[in-house]
């Protein structure tokens, strides 16, 4: 029985976890993370998460670095929407909508508004609710100097967002021309991202 024992241990060290695909720098001592990162085993995803170096990012992996958990009934939106569904540079604060009427505590790493949502403007993505593509091109062509968010308009319509239905939902708010001149022309027929 004694003999055994050994080729037990080297049976379990030989057993390996497989590595997270999604790593919080929670998760790990900071000289641990510095070296998985300065290896190239993993790579920055946001500044607390990071992805295995052999995975392709995408969507899934992007909603799964958002920090977490979310105030109740709050949808991850605008910026932090788009940069769910199009990747690019992870913005410093996280946006979100909650309905109207609901009150969220003030928080440095995250910013508020209330805005209805109808039933199509939200899906599911790594386990957090996130804004529809549709719905976050709508969002982003009200924002302040969205004619600079152009690349990503246009790489959420590469997405699937459909430009003219935004464009049909706008109505007479404050932006709704700069929304719309935007929309136009990515809705405009011979218009390929």
Known sequence: MLT????????????RLPAPVVLDRADVPPDTWAGLLADGHYRWLTDRYA??????????????ALPGPLPAKAVVARRSAAWVHVGGQAPARLDLVVPPGRRVDPHVDRCCTEAPL???DVV????????SPTRTLFDL???????????????????????????????????????????RDLAEPGFTP
């Open 4 to 15: 055994a024992m050994p080729d037990m241990l080297d049976d379990l060290h030989q057993q």
């Open 141 to 183: 062509v009200f924002a302040p100097g969205a004619g600079a968010w152009w690349p990503v308009l246009v790489a959420l319509c590469d997405t699937g967002a459909d430009a003219g239905h935004a464009l049909a939902a706008v109505g007479r708010q404050r932006g709704a021309r700069q929304a719309r001149g935007l929309l």
């Open 124 to 131: 599911m993505l790594g386990g957090y609710p996130v804004t």
């Open 51 to 64: 992805l295995r170096a052999d995975v392709t990012e995408d969507v899934e992996h992007r909603a799964r």
């Open 118 to 120: 109808g039933p199509t």
